[in-house]
């Protein structure tokens, strides 16, 4: 708070430029995942998958197919279904985009720049709380799905959101009961403050809590409502779910909604489990100083970060072409049955060896 | 603090402020049901928004996460599950005599906790509280904790004896008019 008025117009234009990064970073997700979704599979299935649209003569292994896949979806005829809830069937898609992109704008994407006599953090909000932050937004997702299903007037829409959001109440909590041990480890609920606590590569919350990252992983992929957990969408009974009545535009703004929020999540397992923009036993903060460019670290750590990332990205599509659907009961009984009762005992067990460490 | 982000802070909290009240007025004005949940969220959502210009953004994010992201859930699966209509809701009243017995039960029991509590420091006022003290102190987070586990232990455990009141008066009166009219089945 204690900012100067120079500062403070540096980390003004700082924020507008670290914003404009960030959102543009994130609408190109849902374009090129969509393509690896094709291709991967194709490859695992020993297809060849969509890899003819491109540039003039430059094929680049089908990339272009987003591309024409997105102005196809865009241009397409836009039906609002007959005694639809007018005003909710259009908020929905926005209901659902909007939690996605606030919850981006917390993980830090980088060590701090100093810079200009100031420091940039290369988050975009900064917050003490940035773990109750995340879970405050990420509970709001639930909305976009209930809203959406229920204004369609559709039955296998409601039907469809009934599930997900049920699933998505459901397994929130295994999801921030997997995180509590972390906090208790690092002392934190300061995104940034966990990654620097991870400087050392058996630091890292992956090896200091092994259970907690197989409930968060387990957890990520049902919050996404992801294979093997996509009942939500089993087309087989359910048509398509929630999005059932919804087509161009909007429908293609629940894939960036589900995209984004896969994405985010990958980000804060990397983060919280994978050291976040930590380099293995290398120090990233020392670059600046090694080479004598400010934001070398940063472009580094960022680079590291979406690396690690990726790898999750890869995950989800991995898991999905290798294990079938659950079957509904199945998923509860898991969610509450299993990963809830184990994460309390995480919790507690944590709790007794810091405690014990602490005071012996 | 600089003029300019002094100007900021003000200008939002009135934004939030005037947004806040616009809300809780269509919360209570909207004809539909899901209109006033919808309504309802995004009140409380700018309500943390407000919290977090006073620098609590512990108790921002809390606001957040337990009201707008799973009280209101709860009402709107309600809502949408029993499908209700505007007219439906006109005829839902209960009687002077039940409401007043409400209202006085839940107002003695805020009296009983002040009484109770009101020769106790409240830690306010003293300057221990302002955003440069907390950060010094080890962080909101920390300062919240310390003073809701030790000073505030009993309030905080009686306001959730206070909500199962409620949930319990809920249910009762829900109960009775069930028992009037046969459920409606669509």
């Known amino acids: 708070m ?16 670290k914003f404009a990064i960030v959102a543009g970073l994130l609408l190109q997700i849902p374009p090129v995942m969509v ?10 299935q020993r297809r060849k998958g969509p890899n003819r649209v491109g540039i003039f003569k430059w094929r680049i292994y089908g990339l272009m197919q987003s591309l024409a896949d997105t102005i196809k979806l865009i241009f397409k005829e836009e039906v609002v279904p007959e005694g639809a809830q007018k005003a909710f069937y259009h908020l929905a898609p926005v209901f659902s985009v909007f939690p996605a992109f606030l919850i981006a704008m917390a993980i830090p994407y980088g060590p701090d720049i100093h810079a200009f006599g100031t420091t ?21 997702a639930v909305y976009g799905v209930t809203i959406a299903g229920w204004a369609s007037n559709n039955k296998y829409s409601l039907l469809g959101s009934l599930r997900a959001s049920a699933q998505m109440i459901s397994y929130e909590i295994p999801l921030g009961m997997s995180l509590i ?22 630091k ?8 907690s990252f197989l409930l968060f992983l387990i957890a990520m992929f049902a919050e996404t409502n992801r294979a093997p957990f996509d009942l939500a969408e089993a087309e087989g009974e359910l048509v398509a779910g929630f999005h059932t009545e919804y087509t161009s535009a909007k429908f293609a703004a629940f894939f960036l909604g589900e995209y984004v929020s896969m994405f985010v999540l990958s980000c804060l397992a990397s983060t919280v489990f994978f050291g976040g923009w930590q380099v293995p036993f290398f120090s990233v903060q020392k670059l600046d100083d090694l080479t004598g460019f400010i934001g070398v670290s940063a472009l580094i750590g960022h680079v590291t970060l979406m690396l690690k990332a990726t790898f999750f990205m890869w995950l989800y599509i991995w898991v999905r072409w290798t294990i079938p659907r659950f079957r509904y009961d199945q998923l509860m009984s898991l969610g509450w049955k299993y990963m809830i009762p184990l994460g309390l005992v995480n919790v507690v067990v944590t709790a007794v060896v810091i405690a014990a460490f602490r005071f012996s | 603090m600089s003029d300019f982000s002094l100007l900021m802070t003000h200008g939002v909290f009135h934004l939030f402020a ?7 007025v269509l919360v209570v004005m909207s004809k539909h049901p899901v209109k006033s949940a919808v309504f309802l969220v995004v009140d409380l959502f700018l309500l943390a928004g407000l919290y977090a210009t006073l620098d609590s953004h512990f108790v921002a994010a809390i606001q957040v996460l337990v009201y707008a992201g799973a009280i209101v859930v709860l009402f709107l699966f309600v809502i949408m599950l029993l499908n209700l209509q505007p007219e439906q809701l006109r005829g839902l009243k209960f009687s002077a005599v039940e409401a007043g017995t409400l209202v006085i039960s839940l107002v003695g029991f805020l009296i009983t906790v002040v009484a109770t509590f009101k020769g106790d420091q409240t830690g306010l006022g003293d300057g221990s509280l302002d955003p440069v003290a907390i950060e010094a102190a080890g962080g909101n987070t920390y300062v919240v904790a310390m003073k809701l586990l030790t000073n505030y232990i009993w ?32």
């Open chain 1, 181 to 202: 041990p972390i906090v208790l480890i690092y002392g934190t609920l300061d995104l940034n403050k966990i990654v620097e606590a991870q400087s050392h590569f058996w």
């Open chain 1, 120 to 140: 940039i953090p290369l988050s975009i909000i900064r917050v003490d709380v940035g773990f109750l932050f995340i879970f405050a937004v990420s509970s709001l």
């Open chain 1, 204 to 211: 890292w919350g992956v090896f200091l809590s092994p259970v």
């Open chain 1, 2 to 17: 204690g900012l100067t008025a120079d500062e403070f117009t540096i980390q003004f234009i700082a924020t507008l430029v």
């Open chain 2, 155 to 186: 309030p905080f455990e009686l306001a959730s004896v206070l909500i199962l009141m409620a949930i319990v008066a809920a249910v009762v009166i829900a109960k009775k008019d069930k028992k009037k009219t046969s459920a409606p089945i669509s």
């Open chain 2, 18 to 24: 005037a947004l806040i009240t616009l809300c809780s």
């Open chain 1, 35 to 44: 393509w690896v979704e094709r291709r991967v599979p194709a490859m695992m």
